[in-house]
Nanobody, 126 residues
Framework: QVRLVESGGGLVQTGGSLRLGCAVS????????MAWFRQAPGKEREFVGG????????YFIDSVKGRFTISRDDDKNTVYLQMNTLKPEDTGIYYC???????????????????WGQGTQVTVPT
């Protein structure tokens, strides 16, 4: 059974940083691409960034490029989303996701992922 558990959310002032973690069980991260999504209040869930199964390639939406990075600790089977220079528009619930496609590439659509974490709240007040 695949299980994803996010951690690290919280309230941070504009310009601050947070690191989110996504601990995965039942799946070896080293074989699968994974992604981070977020959902702001009243909006649809959107793709934020992803990492290839090799861990060597990451991809982000334009609004977070240069501010967010993704890293992976294979020993802990955990992926991290480092968020710097946070803005109020980054507020939302952040989810990590993984699919069953071994050696697959990064996908940006929610429908491409069938395993999700419970989400962690990130709040950047205006």
């Amino acid at each position: 059974q695949v299980r994803l558990v996010e951690s690290g959310g919280g309230l941070v002032q504009t310009g601050g940083s947070l690191r989110l973690g996504c601990a995965v069980s039942g799946r070896t991260l080293g074989y699968y691409a994974m992604a981070w999504f977020r959902q702001a209040p009243g909006k649809e869930r959107e793709f934020v960034g992803g990492m290839s199964w090799t861990g060597r390639t990451t991809y982000f939406i334009d609004s977070v490029k240069g501010r967010f990075t993704i890293s992976r600790d294979d020993d802990k089977n955990t992926v991290y989303l480092q968020m710097n220079t946070l803005k109020p528009e980054d507020t939302g619930i952040y989810y990590c996701a993984i699919n069953d496609r071994r050696f697959g590439d990064i996908r940006t659509q929610m429908s491409e992922y069938n395993h999700w974490g419970q989400g962690t709240q990130v709040t950047v007040p205006t």
